[in-house]
């Protein structure tokens, strides 16, 4: 296994802007880093979980793959825009009335958002079942994986904390700014 390639291929899928990170962002920055946690928590399990799933049902999965993806473009597409109108919305003064920041709804996001749906079911047939079959390598592979998306979270998390002041002060910019970036995912399905 090219481990190079495979490393890069798992830090730009997990590290670059896409539904989740943007929500743990957002949620930083109107709700603070625990709250954000526990979102990235319920994203860590459901990653994980997905791969889980990759790795067992992988062949499969080929068969009804396209089934799949349409319904996940649909569906992923509706919660996306449902995401981007929450953080639009968003009221600062009042955090309890924003639900889409719990554990639920980050192990949620993942099982509708394409971009980890898709790397998950990539990942596993493209770099790991080639080179490794035995259970003890596909498991100890998954763990590395989903320790790299942890940390991608986390990274989100970190950088909300930093930058908390600055967003806060431009609040109103970096929620439409979320909202874009959350509807642009969405339209991105389909392209």
Request: net charge positive.
């Amino acid at each position: 296994m090219d481990i190079t390639s495979f490393l890069i291929y798992c830090m730009i899928a997990t590290f670059t802007p896409g539904p989740t990170n943007i929500v743990i962002l957002s949620t930083v920055h109107n709700f603070g880093a625990k709250k954000a946690m526990k979102y990235t928590y319920g994203a860590t399990i459901a990653f994980g979980l997905l791969l889980v799933i990759s790795a067992i049902l992988n062949t499969m999965l080929v068969t009804i793959i396209p089934k799949i993806l349409i319904v996940m473009q649909i569906i992923g597409s509706c919660y996306m825009f449902y995401l981007a109108y929450q953080v639009y919305k968003m009221d600062t003064s009042n955090p309890t009335v924003n639900q889409t920041a719990t554990f639920m709804s980050g192990f949620l996001m993942q099982f509708l958002n394409p971009k980890v749906v898709l790397f998950t079911m990539t990942v596993i047939p493209s770099f790991i079942m080639p080179h490794y079959i035995a259970i003890p390598a596909v498991t100890i592979s998954i763990v590395a994986i989903t320790l790299i998306g942890f940390l991608a979270f986390v990274t989100w998390v970190l950088f909300g904390t930093v930058f908390k002041e600055f967003l806060q002060k431009h609040s109103k910019i970096v929620n439409v700014m979320m909202t874009i970036f959350l509807a642009y995912a969405a339209i991105m399905i389909w392209m």
